[in-house]
């Protein structure tokens, strides 16, 4: 979704992009909380740690001439499309570190459908894009969502149907599928199928 509004909170004026994903964290945190053991709510706040702050600090990479220049940006600016994947990437790497502690895939296919879908619809809800998009996003990734996380018992399966079903809801948004979300999603598909492997590993191994 294309970012056309901005919030303002206490002193600071965020776009409605990064209010989602504000939104998102603590929600999902929250759920997964409630829904699976504190460890896996822990190893999740961490893994967002570890993108805001990567992301954030990314500008050092990205522009660093003016970071230099005028150190007040970091608070205002970020690194942009390639800080989130390096954020991402980070995140992502701070799980595998753990990956003798996350070894319940189920735990991580709701963090991952979840973060997604929940900061599409806030996304959708806080911006002002075409009708269309909106409604495709809102209605195919909450089927999606309903129908994985308390329907479908194949949990690889899980993750490959709603990155598929993911990118077909791009098609339809304004930035189409060569948005940093669907490489995100890519991304969050291949930490989801390492962990199934290593699942699988250590089932054979026991």
Same mark, same amino acid.
């Given at each position: 979704m294309i970012n056309t509004e901005w919030y303002t909170i206490r002193a600071l004026t965020l776009p409605a992009t990064a209010v989602a994903l504000l939104y998102t964290f603590l929600i999902v945190w929250l759920?997964?909380?409630l829904q699976f053991s504190k460890k896996y709510a822990e190893i999740y706040a961490d893994a967002v740690f570890t993108f805001m702050i990567v992301w954030k600090f990314s500008l050092f990479f990205t522009d660093f001439k003016a970071v230099i220049a005028q150190p007040i940006s970091l608070l205002y600016f970020n690194g942009g499309t390639i800080g989130v994947f390096l954020g991402v990437l980070a995140a992502l790497w701070q799980v595998w570190r753990k990956k003798a502690v996350v070894v319940d895939l189920k !735990?991580?296919?709701w963090a991952m459908v979840l973060t997604q879908s929940i900061y599409q619809w806030f996304a959708v809800l806080l911006n002002n894009n075409s009708v269309i998009g909106e409604v495709m996003t809102l209605v195919v990734l909450s089927l999606l969502t309903i129908f994985i996380l308390w329907k479908l018992t194949a949990l690889k399966q899980s993750l490959l149907l709603y990155t598929v079903g993911f990118i077909l809801v !791009? =098609? =339809?948004q304004p930035l189409g599928i060569w948005q940093t979300a669907v490489g995100v999603s890519l991304l969050l598909l291949c930490m989801g199928i390492v962990i199934h492997h290593n699942e699988n590993n250590a089932?054979?191994? !026991?």
């Amino acid at each position: 979704m294309i970012n056309t509004e901005w919030y303002t909170i206490r002193a600071l004026t965020l776009p409605a992009t990064a209010v989602a994903l504000l939104y998102t964290f603590l929600i999902v945190w929250l759920i997964l909380r409630l829904q699976f053991s504190k460890k896996y709510a822990e190893i999740y706040a961490d893994a967002v740690f570890t993108f805001m702050i990567v992301w954030k600090f990314s500008l050092f990479f990205t522009d660093f001439k003016a970071v230099i220049a005028q150190p007040i940006s970091l608070l205002y600016f970020n690194g942009g499309t390639i800080g989130v994947f390096l954020g991402v990437l980070a995140a992502l790497w701070q799980v595998w570190r753990k990956k003798a502690v996350v070894v319940d895939l189920k !735990a991580y296919c709701w963090a991952m459908v979840l973060t997604q879908s929940i900061y599409q619809w806030f996304a959708v809800l806080l911006n002002n894009n075409s009708v269309i998009g909106e409604v495709m996003t809102l209605v195919v990734l909450s089927l999606l969502t309903i129908f994985i996380l308390w329907k479908l018992t194949a949990l690889k399966q899980s993750l490959l149907l709603y990155t598929v079903g993911f990118i077909l809801v !791009a =098609f =339809f948004q304004p930035l189409g599928i060569w948005q940093t979300a669907v490489g995100v999603s890519l991304l969050l598909l291949c930490m989801g199928i390492v962990i199934h492997h290593n699942e699988n590993n250590a089932g054979g191994k !026991a």
